[in-house]
């Protein structure tokens, strides 16, 4: 699918503020393009995410119907040569609603449509589509071999305690990922014993996701902003 002037552009933008955030920082790099765009300082200051202000953080605002999920397909192939510099990343992506994230799950997953073609072509077939629900799927050879989409609701992952949430219990099925997790790995929920629990929010953790934000103004509360700690994005890329 051929993009639209204003979607190739904000793609374009997208990859300046990457590509300046890692020769820089993410506050310089929105500076400079925003003062190219004004020929001036006047405009909004950039407002790093709560405790992550080392990490890039930028929201595009497209018009209704504006192809957010097909841009935000592009966002990973961008965000993995301009910042991650992973040639399999891993990203958390964020929804709102199960009903969106069964209808995101369908287009990335459909070999007919557009959104498939998007990552089919940028990663020459090697990636893979999870609901986060079917965590237990995901392989560490899919990690090391393939791009990595994972789909999730923020509530499966927006919780003030996680006790009794499958995202952060402990979970013997994932030991194989942790066989290359140090015990002293930092940021990780332990048990007691001190010993790391095996759960998937720890592996996203070790793995510091790009995280993409569909609908993004219906996700800003203080536990939200916990959840990009917990999980330690690399870069956090909203639509709206």
């Known amino acids: 699918m051929q993009l639209k002037n204003y979607q190739r552009h904000s793609l374009e933008t997208l990859r300046e503020f990457l590509e300046l955030s890692r020769l820089q920082d993410a506050q310089s790099a929105y500076n400079t393009i925003q003062y190219k765009r004004h020929n001036s300082n006047n405009y909004k200051p ?6 992550l202000n080392n990490v890039p953080y930028t929201c595009l605002r497209i018009p209704t119907g504006g192809g957010k999920t097909l841009l935000s397909a592009h966002t990973i192939s961008i965000a993995s040569q301009s910042f991650l510099e992973r040639q399999n990343p891993v990203t958390l992506w964020l929804v709102p609603t199960n009903t969106i994230k069964l209808q995101t799950l369908e287009t990335l997953q459909n070999p007919k449509h557009p959104n498939y073609h998007v990552l089919e072509e940028v990663f020459d077939g090697r990636f893979k589509v999870f609901d986060i629900a079917n965590f237990r799927q995901i392989r560490p050879q899919d990690i090391s071999d393939s791009a990595c989409i994972i789909i999730s609701t923020f509530a499966s992952l927006r919780v003030d305690k996680t006790e009794g949430r499958k995202a952060y219990d402990h979970d013997e099925n994932l030991e ?19 010993a790391i629990k095996f759960s998937f929010a720890n592996l996203l953790n070790w793995q510091k996701p790009l995280l993409i934000v569909d609908e993004a103004h219906n996700a800003k509360t203080p536990l939200s902003n916990e959840v990009l700690r917990r999980v330690k994005a690399s870069c956090v890329i909203e639509y709206t």
Do not use: T
């Open 46 to 51: 950039y407002q790093p995410l709560d405790r």
């Open 176 to 194: 194989p990922h942790f066989s290359v997790i140090p015990s002293n790995a930092s940021g990780m929920e332990k048990h007691d014993n001190g």
